[in-house]
């Protein structure tokens, strides 16, 4: 195997140790965060959210880049070099003994591995989308699509172009005024793009951090509730229509245990009170924040750059004297 190949495998399984460990770590330390976080405006903790579940692979690409680019031989990598290997001179590149066999196997592995959790849901995703439009007509006075059941939903489907899925059942048993809170509520999912947000999140983060019912997910998914929520409340101009809405929407479920697709959450009462407390004013603007982020992750990977320069050299050295 030639060395520039066993160097992105190095890379690649390097850079997946660092991301599954740096999310253990945040998800060790999560808890302690959250009471302050679930202090924000919900819009805030939308943005403050899928940052920190982006952080642990934010902090993976960077290290793993800045660890193999020949100019990091002036950050102090340096100076820990191993007789006759010459760590600033070069990138870490392991060649020889059964670690050059064994890197590509599981560099394919976790490739492998991460299709396997990027596909099936997208697949999915798309596929219930093109189901939903294809029984749905278009309602261009109410800028959504209607579908003619007896079920009460109202749903946004899609990732990238996500539209609003209204059911006949919903805008004949609400009034006026409730189907027109849901209807904003919808609209502003789809122009968030909460979907497409809360599916990077749960990709980006490993899965001691997000993924189904863990805590990050969850109070993402809570988050983007109540931002819509929000959202509604503003367009309508009345908040208390909008908790009126939610309650008789989640009313005309076929079943009590049955989550409301109307109000996307089974935390209907943390939203009631959201929407009845005074609003709070959003302080965490996404620009500066995916500024703040990126600036943490790679201020982050600068710091432990030399602690990983020195262990994948030991690793190499290590190769090289066995028999």
């Given at each position: 195997m030639s060395?520039?190949?066993?160097?992105?495998?190095?890379?690649?399984?390097?850079a997946?140790?660092?991301?599954?460990l740096?999310?253990?770590?945040?998800a060790?330390?999560?808890p302690l965060?959250?009471?302050?976080?679930?202090r924000?405006?919900?819009?805030?903790?939308?943005?403050?959210?899928?940052?920190?579940?982006?952080?642990?692979l934010?902090?993976?690409?960077a290290?793993?880049?800045?660890?193999?680019l020949p100019?990091?031989?002036?950050?102090?990598?340096?100076?820990?070099?191993?007789?006759?290997?010459?760590?600033?001179?070069?990138?870490?590149?392991?060649?020889?003994?059964?670690?050059?066999?064994?890197?590509?196997l599981?560099?394919?592995?976790m490739?492998?591995?991460?299709l396997?959790?990027?596909?099936?849901?997208?697949r999915?995703?798309?596929?219930?989308?093109?189901?939903?439009?294809?029984?749905?007509?278009?309602?261009d006075?109410?800028?959504?699509?209607?579908?003619?059941?007896?079920?009460?939903f109202a749903l946004?489907?899609g990732l990238?172009?996500?539209?609003?899925v209204?059911s006949?059942?919903?805008?004949?048993?609400?009034?006026?005024r409730?189907g027109?809170?849901v209807?904003?509520?919808?609209?502003?999912?789809?122009?968030?793009?909460d979907?497409l947000?809360?599916w990077?999140?749960?990709?980006?983060?490993?899965?001691?951090?997000?993924g189904?019912?863990?805590?990050l997910?969850?109070d993402?998914?809570?988050?983007?509730?109540?931002?819509c929520?929000?959202?509604?409340?503003?367009?309508?101009g009345?908040?208390?229509?909008?908790?009126?809405?939610?309650?008789?929407?989640?009313?005309?479920?076929p079943t009590?245990?049955?989550?409301?697709p109307a109000?996307?959450?089974?935390?209907?009462?943390a939203?009631?009170?959201?929407?009845?407390?005074?609003?709070?004013?959003?302080?965490?603007p996404l620009?500066?924040?995916?500024i703040?982020?990126?600036?943490?992750?790679?201020?982050?990977?600068?710091?432990?750059?030399?602690?990983?320069?020195?262990?994948?050299?030991?690793?190499q050295?290590?190769v090289?004297?066995?028999?």
């Open positions: 060395p520039l190949a066993t160097s992105l495998a190095l890379a690649l399984v390097l997946g140790a660092i991301w599954w740096s999310g253990a770590l945040l060790l330390l999560y965060l959250r009471t302050r976080i679930t924000l405006a919900a819009g805030s903790r939308c943005h403050l959210l899928s940052a920190l579940a982006a952080l642990p934010l902090f993976a690409v290290a793993t880049v800045l660890l193999h100019a990091t031989r002036g950050l102090g990598v340096a100076a820990h070099c191993h007789e006759g290997i010459g760590c600033g001179a070069h990138a870490p590149v392991v060649s020889g003994g059964a670690l050059s066999l064994l890197l590509p599981l560099a394919v592995a490739l492998a591995a991460g396997l959790r990027i596909l099936p849901p997208l999915r995703q798309g596929r219930r989308a093109r189901q939903l439009l294809a029984l749905s007509q278009r309602d006075s109410r800028d959504c699509a209607i579908i003619e059941s007896d079920s009460v946004t489907v990238l172009r996500p539209q609003v209204l006949r059942a919903l805008l004949e048993q609400l009034e006026p409730q027109a809170a209807l904003l509520h919808e609209k502003a999912h789809a122009r968030r793009r979907s947000r809360q990077l999140a749960a990709l980006a983060a490993p899965r001691l951090l997000s189904a019912g863990r805590p997910q969850r993402l998914h809570a988050a983007c509730e109540q931002a929520d929000q959202e509604a409340a503003l367009a309508l009345d908040r208390l229509d909008v908790a009126d809405a939610l309650l008789t929407a989640e009313g005309r479920l009590p245990d049955q989550k409301a109000t996307g959450e089974s935390h209907l009462h939203r009631i009170a959201a929407l009845i407390a005074p609003p709070q004013p959003e302080r965490l620009p500066l924040l995916v703040g982020v990126t600036a943490l992750a790679l201020g982050a990977a600068l710091v432990g750059l030399d602690t990983l320069h020195h262990s994948a050299e030991r690793v050295e290590w090289r004297v066995q028999p």
